[in-house]
């Protein structure tokens, strides 16, 4: 197919952006605290990014059109990213002591992951591509931007790192599940 960087790197990413929530609502008529409110307006945009958004599966017998799927991949996931960002940017920081810094890492870690990609679309849609030889150097060359986000987990891991928005994720049942599906590895009681 393509180097395994790219791919894991694109399905992580793809994966963080196609967080899907369950649609069930709380029992409980009781109000939530703001900070559980807000996490879970963080969760409903993962949600929203990533509605739709799969890595394309790419025949490298036919390496003109695999590089046209990817770009056209990496382009929608880097315009999920602005979409993603602006959204949080809209809800503001979250209401909690200390909530400012974490979320100013939260948005810098994903501007990073969006830039990332990015580099990756213009350097592949630069890129001469007629055999399956050039593709494999153009995804060499793309992987490389790539590669600098192949760990990040996303905005939600990034938040979760503060202990008051690791209890606001984890007392809202539409986080706990996101954070599960994509792989955050801070569920409730888990310790970390």
């Known amino acids: ?54 890595v394309p599966t790419v025949d490298k017998a036919q390496p003109v059109r695999a590089k046209g799927q990817l ?13 993603l960002r ?3 940017q809209k809800d503001g920081a979250p209401p909690v002591d200390g909530g400012a810094a974490a979320f100013g ?3 810098a870690h994903l ?3 969006r830039t990332s990609v990015g580099d990756a679309v213009a350097t592949l849609s630069k890129a ?3 055999d399956q030889k050039s593709l494999k150097s153009a995804l060499d060359a793309a992987g490389s931007s790539l590669k600098a986000v192949s760990a990040y987990k996303g905005p939600a891991d990034d938040l ?13 049942p539409d986080c706990v599940a996101a954070v599960t599906a994509a792989g955050g590895g801070q569920g409730p009681g888990d310790g970390s």
Request: net charge negative; hydrophobic share 50%.
């Open 105 to 107: 890492t939260a948005l």
């Open 111 to 113: 501007d990073r992951a």
């Open 1 to 54: 197919m393509f180097p395994r960087q790219v791919n894991r790197a694109m399905a992580r990413l793809a994966l963080l952006a196609a967080v899907g929530l369950p649609a069930a609502a709380c029992g409980s008529s009781a109000q939530p605290p703001p900070e559980v409110d807000w996490a879970g307006g963080v969760c409903a945009h993962l949600a929203d990014s990533g509605a739709g958004l799969a």
């Open 86 to 88: 602006a959204d949080m």
């Open 160 to 172: 979760r790192a503060d202990p008051k928005l690791r209890k606001a994720f984890d007392d809202n």
């Open 128 to 130: 001469e591509v007629t």
């Open 71 to 83: 770009v056209t991949f990496l382009t929608a996931l880097s315009e999920r990213l602005g979409a």
